[in-house]
C-alpha cells in the first residue's frame, strides 16, 4: 500500500522528528526530459463512472506503451510523472482510479472491489485501442496488476509489480518488523498513535513522518512534480483508503483486510513477470523476491529508494524499465 494517513505520505514536505528536531526531506534527484504536460489527455468511460488519462509519446509507435497503475486505494497518477521520460521510446499512459484524482469521484462504495478495478483497466485499453501493453502496477496498482496478470491476457507484454500488495497478513507482518526497528520513542508514539482516531494526538504525525522518511519516500518530489500535485482536485481520496484499508497504519479493518493472492503468484508468466521493491522499501525486498521466486520471475532492488522507487531513485528505476521492457517487447 502506500502508506499514508494518507495525505502525510503525498506530501511534497514532510518533516520527520529526530529526537524532537523537525527536518525536511532533501528534494529528489533531478530527472532530465521529464513531461509534466500530457500530449493527450480525455476521461474513459469504466465500469462506474469516467477515468481521467493522460498520455505522452505515440500510441501508434514501435513499440507497445506502458500503463502505470497508482497505489492507495485512493491515491492518484502524479508520482509516476518522473517515468514520463520513457515516452521518447514508447507512449506512456497514467491514469487515476475510479474515486481519485482527477477521475469522476461517485462516492459509491460498489465501485470499491478489487475486481471492478480489474475491469477498469481492460475499459482503458479498449478504450485506447491498444493490442499490446506493459502493465506496472506499484503498491495497490500491484494488487490489480496481479489480479490481471493471473488470467494471463493476450494484451499483456509484460507485468512489473512494483512493491505490491500480495497479501495483507504478509504486508502486516514486514510493516511491524519495521516499525519495531525504529527508535525507542518513535516506536512507542506509532504504537500509542496506531489507533482510528489517534493519529491526531501529540507526537502522531511526527512520528509517522519519520517512518516515511525511512520506509515511503526518502526524498520530495522536485519542485515541478510537487506543483503538478497541488493543481490537482485530489492527490489523495481519505474515502476509499479508509473503506478498503482502514484507519490505522499498522492494522487494516477495511475490505482488504484478507486479502491473499498467494494463490496467484503461480498463474503468472514468469518469463514475462518481473517483482520490484527499493533498497527500503516498506514492502520489505526480501518479501518482495520471495513472491517472485514462487511465480518463477525476476526480481529486482533498487538503490537508494524506499517505498515510492519512481521518486525516490528514477534515474535506476527508468533504466530497470528500459532494459526489461525491451527484452519482453
Known amino acids: 500500500m502506500d502508506m499514508t494517513r ?11 522528528a529526530t529526537r524532537g528536531a523537525a527536518q525536511e526531506l532533501p528534494p529528489a534527484p533531478h530527472m532530465p526530459g521529464v513531461r509534466i504536460a500530457p500530449d493527450r489527455e480525455e476521461m474513459i468511460s469504466v465500469p462506474g463512472g469516467r477515468a481521467y488519462v493522460r498520455i505522452n509519446g505515440d500510441l501508434a509507435g514501435p513499440r507497445p506503451p506502458i500503463v502505470m497503475l497508482h497505489g492507495g486505494p485512493g491515491s492518484a497518477h502524479w508520482y509516476f510523472l518522473n517515468g514520463t521520460v520513457l515516452a521518447d521510446e514508447r507512449a506512456v499512459i497514467l491514469y487515476d482510479q475510479l474515486d481519485s484524482g482527477r477521475s469522476d469521484h461517485p462516492a459509491d462504495p460498489a465501485n470499491w472491489q478489487v475486481s471492478r478495478f480489474v475491469a477498469e483497466l481492460e475499459a482503458i485499453r479498449t478504450a485506447l485501442r491498444i493490442e499490446r501493453w506493459h502493465v506496472l502496477g506499484a503498491s495497490w496498482g500491484g ?13 499483456l507484454a509484460s507485468a512489473i509489480l512494483q512493491s505490491p500488495l500480495v497479501s495483507t497478513d504478509l504486508w502486516l507482518r514486514d510493516a511491524n518488523r519495521l516499525r519495531a ?16 482516531g489517534a493519529s491526531n494526538g501529540p507526537g502522531c504525525e511526527a512520528a509517522m513522518n519519520a517512518f516515511y522518511a525511512r520506509h515511503v519516500r526518502r526524498f520530495a518530489p522536485s519542485d515541478e512534480i510537487a506543483a503538478y500535485k497541488a493543481a490537482m482536485p485530489r492527490s489523495f481520496s481519505e ?9 490505522a497504519e499498522f492494522s487494516a479493518s477495511g475490505t482488504l483486510k484478507d486479502y491473499d493472492g498467494l494463490a496467484l503468484l503461480q498463474k503468472l508468466e514468469g518469463a514475462r513477470t518481473l517483482f520490484v521493491a527499493g533498497e527500503h522499501d516498506e514492502a520489505m525486498p526480501a518479501t518482495v523476491a520471495g513472491f517472485a521466486r514462487q511465480a518463477g520471475a525476476r526480481f529486482r532492488e533498487v538503490p537508494q ?3 515510492s522507487v ?20
Not at 6 to 16: D, E, T
Not at 239 to 247: L, T
Not at 310 to 329: Q, S
Open 6 to 16: 494518507r495525505a502525510a505520505i503525498a506530501s511534497s514536505a514532510a518533516a520527520l
Open 143 to 155: 494488487t490489480v496488476l496481479l489480479e490481471h496478470a493471473a488470467t494471463r491476457p493476450a494484451s
Open 181 to 196: 526497528a525504529m527508535p525507542a520513542e518513535i516506536r512507542r508514539t506509532l504504537d500509542a498513535c496506531d489507533l482510528p
Open 239 to 247: 474515502d476509499i483508503y479508509h473503506h478498503m484499508w482502514g484507519w
Open 305 to 307: 529508494a524506499a517505498h
Open 310 to 329: 519512481m521518486n525516490d531513485n528514477p534515474a535506476a528505476y527508468v533504466a530497470l524499465l528500459r532494459e526489461w521492457m525491451a527484452g519482453t517487447d
